[in-house]
């Protein structure tokens, strides 16, 4: 299928953003306006000239032609300063007019661009977690900050003036066709070559254009990916090995940003040979209707000036190709993001959920993130308010998935999730998830203070709430050893706090979301036994009179809970208390006794 042009690309962007274009309808208009009058000035440019010429220089010459009753009763030094100054301000109410015209679009494509970006960012932030897993994130940077403020700059640089200048040659071949007919459309013969060139190289400008955007998105992934597992690099010194992917990534970009230069520099040195060639042609051709009578100097003097700033827009327009393919290339990577439809969304009769109970039945679930491979097989289970249930099994069985599937991250392809006996697809997202508090094995903090981040998703709470969210995860005591306590600015990740002190926190933005469900997914991993006894105290409040879901490895913090899930290839081999399990004597307790067995052989060496 033929791909579109770069054109219609950017005319289905704008109708895309149209809804965002109408707000800005009266300063649209008033730029359109002020552009239209440049046009018009740039239309009167020559013709001081013009006047100058047959009747001030040479008024002898073809005097009929040239006679203007008006300008002919007029003294030649008169004439002559009329025509100065006329040139004089022309030119300044043309710089006026495209002073105007380009502030005005350039307010207009600010405030469009910065709603796009928006539309962008909240699209990007609601789209599936099936999506994310697959895409780059370094890639997803660029399209929301370089490809907007690209597709931005290049509409002011690159589209408007050719707007301009499609507008201009309009007006020119008109009043070039008024003059002499003849004339005129032997000088538009050249145009068919222009177009030849163009729609050769253009397309070839765009698709390389496309690849080089495609390969600085790849850059950029390389450079996220790296940069936020730094640590991780060093550690394994892994620096070699990212710079390789980095620098064959850069000079793949390079090559791809060398061929679109290449080629739009063909295009305009083509267009340069075009523009001498349909110039020698009315040289010619004007020359002689001069000495024939037929026209006046000044007539050829307006005529070869109207033809260079006739196909001054066309050289314009060799010259924007390539910025308006890259605008295009652009463009597409925001609508591809734009495009994609999240695979959890809100049904049409999705209603707002009430205060949940915290009651939870898992009905039939199967899930898989690939169509034909079921990672969740038949999975049912049912959970009263205020229950602990732990969740536990060999590696790769599907205990976070299911978690996933609770916060409705995913959607089950077989059976139903119930609330409160109610199909948690019936809800709205916005008010459901809100309702679910969730504390994981590496908790993620952000570049913000303290305060900020505990306080994240609660907008509203008060310094006493956050204080007292604190002290029941037990974490007041390293918060006011920091150099500026609560208003302390963590590093990006909270790299400059321990995995403890970390979980601490997570605990604590956990509780004062007062959410009656709670999912803990490996909580304690990787922390030594003084911290893992901290955060288990704290889990042990936090968990008090809500539904707690608990992923572990470690079957010790299972051993209080009401019900324990032993999951296996993505089914619930066993269920049941912790001494019913144990009773059983089926895998969960095999793998009970095995850790307990550890234990005890490791509290010597503690010990010694």
């Given at each position: 299928?033929?791909?579109?042009?770069?054109?219609?690309?950017?005319?289905?962007?704008?109708?895309?953003?149209?809804?965002?274009?109408?707000?800005?309808?009266?300063?649209?208009?008033?730029?359109?306006?002020?552009?239209?009058?440049?046009?018009?000035?740039?239309?009167?440019?020559?013709?001081?000239?013009?006047?100058?010429?047959?009747?001030?220089?040479?008024?002898?010459?073809?005097?009929?032609?040239?006679?203007?009753?008006?300008?002919?009763?007029?003294?030649?030094?008169?004439?002559?300063?009329?025509?100065?100054?006329?040139?004089?301000?022309?030119?300044?109410?043309?710089?006026?007019?495209?002073?105007?015209?380009?502030?005005?679009?350039?307010?207009?494509?600010?405030?469009?661009?910065?709603?796009?970006?928006?539309?962008?960012?909240?699209?990007?932030?609601?789209?599936?977690?099936?999506?994310?897993?697959?895409?780059?994130?370094?890639?997803?940077?660029?399209?929301?900050?370089?490809?907007?403020?690209?597709?931005?700059?290049?509409?002011?640089?690159?589209?408007?003036?050719?707007?301009?200048?499609?507008?201009?040659?309009?007006?020119?071949?008109?009043?070039?066709?008024?003059?002499?007919?003849?004339?005129?459309?032997?000088?538009?013969?050249?145009?068919?070559?222009?177009?030849?060139?163009?729609?050769?190289?253009?397309?070839?400008?765009?698709?390389?254009?496309?690849?080089?955007?495609?390969?600085?998105?790849?850059?950029?992934?390389?450079?996220?990916?790296?940069?936020?597992?730094?640590?991780?690099?060093?550690?394994?010194?892994?620096?070699?090995?990212?710079?390789?992917?980095?620098?064959?990534?850069?000079?793949?970009?390079?090559?791809?940003?060398?061929?679109?230069?290449?080629?739009?520099?063909?295009?305009?040195?083509?267009?340069?040979?075009?523009?001498?060639?349909?110039?020698?042609?009315?040289?010619?051709?004007?020359?002689?209707?001069?000495?024939?009578?037929?026209?006046?100097?000044?007539?050829?003097?307006?005529?070869?000036?109207?033809?260079?700033?006739?196909?001054?827009?066309?050289?314009?327009?060799?010259?924007?190709?390539?910025?308006?393919?890259?605008?295009?290339?652009?463009?597409?990577?925001?609508?591809?993001?734009?495009?994609?439809?999240?695979?959890?969304?809100?049904?049409?009769?999705?209603?707002?959920?009430?205060?949940?109970?915290?009651?939870?039945?898992?009905?039939?679930?199967?899930?898989?993130?690939?169509?034909?491979?079921?990672?969740?097989?038949?999975?049912?289970?049912?959970?009263?308010?205020?229950?602990?249930?732990?969740?536990?099994?060999?590696?790769?069985?599907?205990?976070?998935?299911?978690?996933?599937?609770?916060?409705?991250?995913?959607?089950?392809?077989?059976?139903?999730?119930?609330?409160?006996?109610?199909?948690?697809?019936?809800?709205?997202?916005?008010?459901?998830?809100?309702?679910?508090?969730?504390?994981?094995?590496?908790?993620?903090m952000f570049a913000a203070t303290v305060r900020g981040n505990i306080a994240y998703g609660v907008p509203n709470a008060t310094r006493a709430e956050i204080e007292a969210a604190v002290?029941?995860?037990?974490?007041?005591?390293?918060?006011?050893?920091?150099?500026?306590?609560?208003?302390?600015?963590?590093?990006?990740?909270?790299?400059?706090?321990?995995?403890?002190?970390?979980?601490?926190?997570?605990?604590?933005?956990?509780?004062?979301?007062?959410?009656?469900?709670?999912?803990?997914?490996?909580?304690?991993?990787?922390?030594?036994?003084?911290?893992?006894?901290?955060?288990?105290?704290?889990?042990?409040?936090?968990?008090?009179?809500?539904?707690?879901?608990?992923?572990?490895?470690?079957?010790?913090?299972?051993?209080?809970?009401?019900?324990?899930?032993?999951?296996?290839?993505?089914?619930?081999?066993?269920?049941?208390?912790?001494?019913?399990?144990?009773?059983?004597?089926?895998?969960?307790?095999?793998?009970?006794?095995?850790?307990?067995?550890?234990?005890?052989?490791?509290?010597?060496?503690?010990?010694?």
């Amino acid at each position: 299928m033929k791909r579109r042009s770069s054109l219609s690309k950017l005319w289905r962007l704008l109708r895309r953003f149209s809804p965002y274009i109408r707000q800005q309808q009266t300063l649209l208009i008033l730029s359109g306006l002020a552009l239209l009058a440049n046009v018009a000035l740039q239309l009167l440019e020559p013709w001081p000239l013009k006047f100058v010429f047959d009747y001030v220089l040479i008024p002898s010459a073809n005097q009929k032609l040239a006679a203007i009753p008006l300008i002919n009763q007029l003294d030649p030094s008169k004439l002559l300063a009329l025509a100065a100054i006329a040139v004089i301000a022309i030119t300044a109410l043309r710089a006026l007019a495209a002073y105007w015209s380009t502030f005005g679009l350039a307010i207009v494509s600010s405030r469009v661009m910065a709603q796009v970006r928006n539309q962008l960012y909240h699209h990007l932030q609601h789209l599936s977690i099936a999506y994310h897993t697959k895409a780059r994130s370094g890639d997803l940077v660029v399209r929301v900050s370089s490809d907007a403020s690209r597709l931005q700059e290049i509409l002011l640089t690159a589209l408007v003036p050719l707007v301009v200048s499609i507008f201009t040659l309009f007006g020119m071949v008109g009043v070039m066709l008024w003059m002499h007919r003849d004339l005129s459309l032997l000088a538009l013969l050249t145009f068919p070559l222009f177009a030849i060139a163009t729609q050769h190289l253009s397309q070839r400008i765009r698709k390389a254009s496309v690849a080089q955007r495609q390969e600085e998105g790849a850059v950029a992934a390389t450079v996220a990916e790296s940069m936020s597992a730094i640590k991780l690099v060093q550690a394994l010194s892994l620096e070699d090995a990212f710079e390789n992917v980095f620098f064959r990534e850069n000079e793949r970009s390079l090559r791809e940003s060398v061929k679109t230069q290449r080629l739009a520099a063909s295009l305009e040195r083509s267009v340069d040979v075009i523009i001498a060639l349909g110039t020698a042609i009315v040289l010619w051709k004007g020359a002689r209707l001069v000495l024939r009578d037929a026209l006046t100097p000044g007539d050829v003097l307006v005529f070869l000036t109207y033809l260079k700033n006739a196909f001054k827009p066309v050289q314009n327009f060799a010259k924007y190709t390539g910025r308006i393919a890259k605008a295009a290339a652009s463009g597409d990577r925001i609508l591809d993001i734009l495009d994609e439809v999240p695979d959890v969304t809100n049904l049409p009769s999705a209603t707002a959920a009430p205060a949940f109970r915290g009651a939870v039945r898992f009905d039939r679930v199967s899930f898989g993130y690939e169509p034909g491979q079921e990672l969740l097989k038949q999975i049912s289970f049912t959970v009263d308010p205020g229950q602990r249930v732990a969740i536990v099994g060999t590696s790769g069985s599907g205990k976070s998935t299911l978690m996933s599937l609770l916060l409705r991250l995913y959607d089950p392809t077989q059976g139903r999730i119930l609330i409160d006996g109610q199909d948690i697809r019936d809800y709205t997202l916005e008010t459901f998830r809100p309702q679910i508090s969730v504390v994981l094995q590496d908790s993620l903090m952000f570049a913000a203070t303290v305060r900020g981040n505990i306080a994240y998703g609660v907008p509203n709470a008060t310094r006493a709430e956050i204080e007292a969210a604190v002290r029941l995860a037990n974490a007041q005591s390293f918060i006011e050893a920091l150099p500026q306590g609560y208003d302390t600015i963590l590093g990006e990740r909270g790299a400059t706090l321990s995995g403890g002190q970390r979980q601490r926190l997570a605990i604590a933005r956990a509780a004062i979301r007062e959410a009656p469900i709670l999912i803990l997914d490996e909580p304690t991993t990787g922390l030594d036994q003084a911290n893992e006894q901290a955060i288990a105290a704290a889990l042990d409040q936090l968990a008090e009179n809500r539904t707690t879901f608990l992923i572990t490895h470690n079957l010790h913090l299972a051993t209080r809970s009401d019900l324990i899930l032993y999951l296996e290839n993505g089914r619930i081999l066993e269920q049941g208390t912790h001494k019913e399990l144990l009773r059983l004597q089926g895998q969960y307790a095999a793998l009970y006794q095995m850790q307990a067995a550890m234990q005890e052989q490791s509290a010597p060496k503690l010990m010694s």
